[in-house]
């Protein structure tokens, strides 16, 4: 059950995970909400992490058991900016950006690596959609569009990060 778990979850996972994320920035979403699901993700990582390990270190895998492992830190930066109110602009920053690029960097890393054009393609324009959302994101969090920017920078990398994990769970 683990393993299935482990293999059809983040399917489920991602996309809730930024519809989560879009709701607090339209405020849906308490912060203390946010803090327990900081922390709940935080524990899941660790717990795929180390589960995974032994499955995960060779080839495209290894990438994003990197990616996972370095997510563990940005998502307790996430904790951090949501429990320590000074420190709330920076450390949340940190954590939305992490988790906009590091997985932006596996799916590009996975297109590389493909030799399908049609696995390739839907990696490479996945992980250009995170990038293109991190643009746009930042971009409205330093005044360029603000509020539509800062949502529209984050429904591009949702959609660009389901489409990514939801065809891999699906093809492989």
Do not use: K
């Amino acid at each position: 059950m683990f393993r299935s778990l482990r293999a059809n979850g983040p399917a489920l996972l991602v996309p809730a995970a930024w519809a989560v994320v879009i709701a607090a920035h339209v405020d849906l979403v308490t912060t203390r909400t946010l803090l327990v699901a900081h922390v709940v993700m935080a524990v899941l990582l660790v717990g795929f992490a180390a589960l995974s390990y032994q499955e995960m270190r060779e080839g495209i895998l290894s990438v994003w058991w990197l990616v996972v492992a370095a997510g563990i830190p940005v998502t307790v930066a996430g904790i951090v900016g949501l429990g320590v109110p000074a420190l709330e602009q920076v450390f949340l920053s940190l954590a939305v950006g992490g988790w906009m690029l590091l997985p932006a960097v596996g799916l590009l890393e996975t297109g590389r690596e493909m030799t399908e054009d049609g696995p390739r393609s839907v990696y490479l324009a996945a992980g250009g959609l995170c990038v293109a959302g991190a643009v746009v994101y930042f971009g409205g969090l330093f005044g360029a569009g603000g509020q539509r920017a800062l949502v529209a920078g984050l429904v591009l990398v949702g959609v660009g990060q389901t489409a990514g994990i939801v065809d891999a769970v699906v093809r492989y």
